[in-house]
């Protein structure tokens, strides 16, 4: 029998889970420092739940299951469509949304929620990407100010320095300046997202690539000149400048973005000057989520390619479940990615009692348990085999000393390897 | 839109997350001790190596999964069978046995598995019961003898000990005992499935019960009495005269047997003597699984009325997998029922910044961080309402104190509630 795991998902193995188990827990234990509360909800949802929730292509990757109680020939000319009613949570912010819908009466407001699990992406297989992975939310659901886009952004900034990422960078937009910059080059609203997919692309095609896109997209060469002098002179603005200039570039911003946009350069600038941490304004960060409706923002760090963690203000997704908008904003890390570049700090405490096979198993557990008393981890291991060569796999297994224990008694811990 | 999770599934808010949080986290720790290392596997296992596994029922209750690429109108004809080809776990024993055949070589021998994770079963909905559940369970792969069963149990019991659940019964049994126990009996093997069965109802329908039952499988009245005799002679007995009864009420019994049993009842009478725990040999436990080789146990517990946690032996189940035999056992904890029993410690340690409005988020994010410089769980609240009804909210989502910060500077703490 084929004991691969099902294409495209992978088994973890002790030494990685190791890796990820401190990961999480570290990140859990910033998280609630900042009162994020973890929830859970089920791996599966109702299939109109899923469509329609302006999760764009990954709609298209969902599992689908099986209703019960179909016969096992199916009549003549079935669709697809109904055979199915249930399927496979794509990310975790349309369950999200469905859960506070259905569980607000009990909730704090604003709703501080903590999300860790598996999603399931039926994607074409490649290296280093799973069908099945974990994300890791944090959402603050209720506050309209930007109290909440800069909680998140201290939280996420310090649960990936727990880990082990500090010097990162955090890049912060807003789609509501986009869209003020897309209306400014003078294209009709059905084409901006197009454009932003091109924007999107600049740190991979530089601005040579994004001109003869733009160019492809309608824009005439002036209006590509004056977007790409906009975006120049905009970027990396600090906090000192950020609103005036983008007023002076952007006459029709309102003011309300602009106060936003530098409530949160003031607070990130702070944060900055406090700890080992950089931020920019960055005019080219889309990010790709059709639901964003405010400020946007990702962090990167200079050990990988892509973003460590990315999120913004989703303010009308809710409301397509509820009937009414809830003000909601989220950060997402990384958690695979994460991971990854952290790998393994292997540790070396465990304890193997090696028991000769004419020792009864009594006094094998006997001995584990005296040991185990201060905490460690112990375990018993028939002798078996050459002795050099079973130390030698003890070793490769993890453990860091052994006791010898003979029919006439144990012997001295020793320890294993290290020489 | 309805917010209900999908039918049979549920929600799991902010306190009950905590409690299991807390259970599992007692658990693991536990279990670390004792030398097991978690593993992940898939949710989703492919179709042929979820059916044929020995699963009984519940490989009826599989959910199944939809192929990538199916046309949206399927062909004449095309059976159901034809369309999935991936499926949920419905347990954690049979993706263990995928994954110890797939990941061997790279595993210690003998192989401490602990998982924990969601299974899903289809089964109608009914009250406590979800078609999403956890399963916990430890396994040891590799080890042919009763160090095994004794190293299992004794980590479990101080498991659950740890969470809070103290005055354990461990009951033991054995299926090569009940296979014994059928033959001599006078019954033909195929028949014996359906006495184990009547036999493991005896807490529910009684003697009398019983013996309608086995009456109706095709026993005679003599036969049922002496069988009622051998099982009420055994029933409780110790560690002392274990095996010599044993011997004495089935003859054909192998040394083997005997030999293991009177091992493990020495064992546990000594762990009975130094924990708060009892234990007994229990005849007429069976244990549902048909994959169970050797010893069997459970674990009860005055508070509830089904076991809290079950296993056994089942040396043959891998090798199904592997083509080569893996002596195995394992014990798994019923961790829905556990929190169930347990409920919540609830902690009321969170603070609250409650800010009025025209205080600047960076100052009530200032506050908070100051706050939470001590590990903490801080957040800040906007003030909002009526002062009074705003602090029986914090109080009931669970703050225990909070700062007021006003444009002036913030308060004192003050408590909440507590009067």
Not at 62 to 70: A, D, M, P, Q, S
Not at 71 to 94: M, Q
Not at 214 to 227: K, N
Not at 345 to 369: G, H, I, S
Request: aromatic letters at 8%.
């Amino acid at each position: 029998m084929d004991l691969t795991p099902a294409r495209g998902t992978r088994d973890l193995l002790p030494a990685a889970v190791a890796v990820r188990d401190h990961v999480l827990a570290t990140i859990t234990e910033v998280y609630r420092r900042y009162g994020y509360q973890r929830i859970e909800t089920p791996a599966l949802e109702n299939t109109e739940r899923l469509a329609g929730s302006q999760g764009g292509e990954n709609e298209k990757l969902i599992y689908r299951v099986l209703r019960r109680g179909l016969p096992e020939i199916l009549p003549e000319g079935t669709p697809v469509a109904e055979l199915v009613d249930l399927g496979l949570r794509y990310d975790l912010t349309v369950p999200l949304s469905r859960f506070y819908g259905h569980n607000r009466a009990a909730l704090p407001d604003p709703f501080r929620s903590f999300q860790v699990g598996p999603v399931w992406r039926a994607e074409r297989p490649q290296k280093g990407r799973y069908r099945q992975f974990y994300q890791c939310d944090i959402d603050m659901l209720g506050e309209p100010g930007v109290l909440a886009e800069i909680e998140l952004i201290e939280a996420t900034t310090e649960a990936l320095a727990a880990t082990g990422l500090s010097g990162t960078t955090v890049r912060v937009s807003d789609r509501r300046f986009l869209s003020a910059l897309a209306a400014r080059a003078g294209l009709p609203e059905p084409a901006w997202d197009g454009l932003f997919i091109t924007l999107d692309k600049l740190d991979k095609i530089g601005w040579e690539g994004v001109r003869a896109e733009l160019s492809t997209r309608g824009l005439t060469g002036g209006q590509i000149e004056q977007l790409a002098g906009t975006i120049t002179g905009l970027h990396g603005l600090g906090e000192g400048d950020l609103a005036g200039a983008l007023a002076k570039a952007l006459p029709d911003l309102s003011e309300d973005v602009l106060a936003d946009l530098q409530e949160s350069a003031g607070a990130l600038g702070e944060l900055a000057r406090e700890r080992d941490l950089k931020w920019e304004f960055d005019p080219t960060l889309v990010r790709g989520m059709g639901y964003y409706t405010g400020q946007i923002f990702e962090i990167v760090h200079p050990a990988s390619s892509g973003s460590v963690a990315g999120g913004g203000r989703y303010d009308k997704l809710i409301g397509r479940f509820l009937g009414t908008d809830v003000p909601a904003c989220g950060f997402s890390i990384g958690f695979e990615r994460i991971v990854d570049l952290l790998g393994a700090p292997a540790e070396r405490t465990a304890v193997a009692v090696l028991y000769e096979p004419e020792v009864p198993a009594a006094e094998a557990l006997r001995v584990a348990r005296r040991l185990r008393a201060d905490g460690r981890s112990v375990s018993p291991v028939r002798r078996r085999g050459k002795f050099g060569a079973q130390l030698g796999r003890l070793e490769e297994w993890g453990f860091g000393s052994l006791v010898h224990l003979r029919a006439d008694g144990a012997g001295e811990e020793r320890q294993l390897g290290g020489s």
